[in-house]
């Protein structure tokens, strides 16, 4: 099983023909509510690619809250561990977009809920996983409890730093793999790539969108290319991507396998639009592997 702790969020998006001045009022063309949070996303990419999926995190006690939790049981997650705080809301992005330009504003509500204690009660979730996968869009102090916890029971931790601003460079001993973007990469260390790798073998996997990926297997720097397609949302890329490293390295394949693995279904994820909606089927990633 993979258990992963983070955020749910209802995205609020709308399109427009212009971004509005400062005090003006504009008419948009369309607007969707999209269920998002980078800790659901990554659960559901993991768990559409068949594996056994339990989501930890909090809600507020509202309709985006109970929305998210009926979404995530859809794709078959355990949601018992999602708590519900008893005086904030479910978090929100607002996302305004143009001309394929986007300005988002996140509201973290209830997420920021997410404490300690509620991880202790799910303890038995985290101690029987086979991995869990943690970002950052919950407090800091919940993050570093969640990493002692599974240092503890031995479970390997997928540590995917965004925002990067919440890290903290001394869980670098105990995280199994860092997956940070290029600009994640080099906000929390400041320090050349190529240098990095050395010093992180087989623990850190830099990704770079369409290029692929990159990480150091202790001896040489390896480059896992990406496969070129037509985007038409990239919002859940990343997101994809962790859910699938997960989903693969838990079955049993090599590093270099897990990242091409997540690589391709990282393509697939951007040919439809929102987060969740392109991520692929376990089916869809094999044929594109196989060239179908």
């Given at each position: 099983?993979?258990?992963?702790?983070?955020?749910?969020n209802?995205?609020?998006?709308?399109?427009?023909?212009?971004?509005?001045?400062?005090?003006?009022?504009?008419?948009?063309?369309?607007?969707?509510?999209?269920?998002?949070?980078?800790?659901?996303?990554?659960?559901?990419?993991?768990?559409?690619?068949?594996?056994?999926?339990?989501?930890?995190?909090?809600?507020?006690?509202?309709?985006?809250?109970?929305?998210?939790?009926?979404?995530?049981?859809q794709?078959h997650?355990?949601?018992?561990?999602?708590?519900?705080?008893?005086?904030?809301?479910?978090?929100?992005?607002?996302?305004?977009?143009?001309?394929?330009?986007?300005?988002?504003?996140?509201?973290?509500?209830?997420?920021?809920?997410?404490?300690?204690?509620?991880?202790?009660?799910?303890?038995?979730?985290?101690?029987?996983?086979?991995?869990?996968?943690?970002?950052?869009e919950?407090?800091?102090?919940?993050?570093?409890?969640?990493?002692?916890?599974?240092?503890?029971?031995?479970?390997?931790?997928?540590?995917?730093?965004?925002?990067?601003?919440?890290?903290?460079?001394?869980?670098m001993?105990?995280?199994?793999?860092?997956?940070?973007?290029?600009?994640?990469?080099?906000?929390?260390?400041?320090?050349?790539?190529?240098?990095?790798?050395?010093?992180y073998?087989?623990?850190?996997?830099?990704?770079?969108?369409?290029?692929?990926?990159?990480y150091?297997?202790?001896?040489?720097?390896?480059?896992?290319?990406?496969?070129?397609?037509?985007?038409?949302?990239?919002?859940?890329?990343?997101?994809?991507?962790?859910?699938?490293?997960?989903?693969?390295?838990?079955?049993?394949?090599?590093?270099?396998?897990?990242?091409y693995?997540?690589?391709?279904?990282?393509?697939?994820?951007?040919?439809?639009?929102?987060?969740?909606?392109?991520?692929?089927?376990?089916?869809?990633?094999?044929?594109?592997?196989?060239?179908?």
């Amino acid at each position: 099983m993979i258990t992963v702790i983070g955020s749910l969020n209802m995205d609020l998006i709308v399109q427009m023909d212009a971004f509005p001045k400062q005090g003006e009022t504009i008419l948009g063309q369309a607007f969707q509510t999209v269920p998002g949070g980078k800790g659901a996303n990554q659960a559901v990419a993991a768990a559409r690619l068949g594996h056994e999926v339990a989501m930890i995190g909090c809600v507020g006690k509202d309709s985006f809250g109970e929305a998210l939790r009926s979404v995530l049981q859809q794709e078959h997650i355990q949601t018992g561990a999602i708590v519900s705080s008893p005086s904030a809301l479910t978090g929100i992005a607002n996302i305004l977009i143009y001309n394929n330009d986007n300005r988002i504003v996140v509201v973290p509500g209830a997420n920021y809920e997410l404490s300690p204690s509620h991880l202790e009660a799910s303890k038995h979730l985290i101690q029987k996983s086979q991995m869990v996968i943690i970002q950052l869009e919950i407090p800091k102090e919940t993050t570093a409890y969640a990493i002692r916890m599974c240092k503890e029971a031995g479970v390997p931790i997928l540590l995917n730093p965004a925002p990067a601003a919440n890290f903290d460079v001394q869980w670098m001993e105990d995280i199994t793999y860092l997956t940070p973007n290029e600009t994640e990469c080099a906000e929390i260390f400041n320090e050349p790539i190529d240098h990095l790798l050395e010093k992180y073998p087989n623990k850190l996997i830099i990704t770079l969108g369409s290029d692929g990926a990159r990480y150091s297997d202790g001896t040489y720097p390896i480059h896992v290319p990406g496969y070129m397609t037509t985007a038409v949302d990239t919002t859940g890329a990343g997101d994809t991507f962790n859910g699938a490293l997960a989903y693969a390295l838990v079955e049993g394949q090599s590093l270099d396998e897990a990242v091409y693995f997540a690589n391709i279904a990282a393509s697939l994820s951007v040919e439809k639009f929102s987060a969740q909606g392109g991520m692929p089927t376990l089916d869809a990633v094999f044929a594109r592997m196989a060239g179908f």
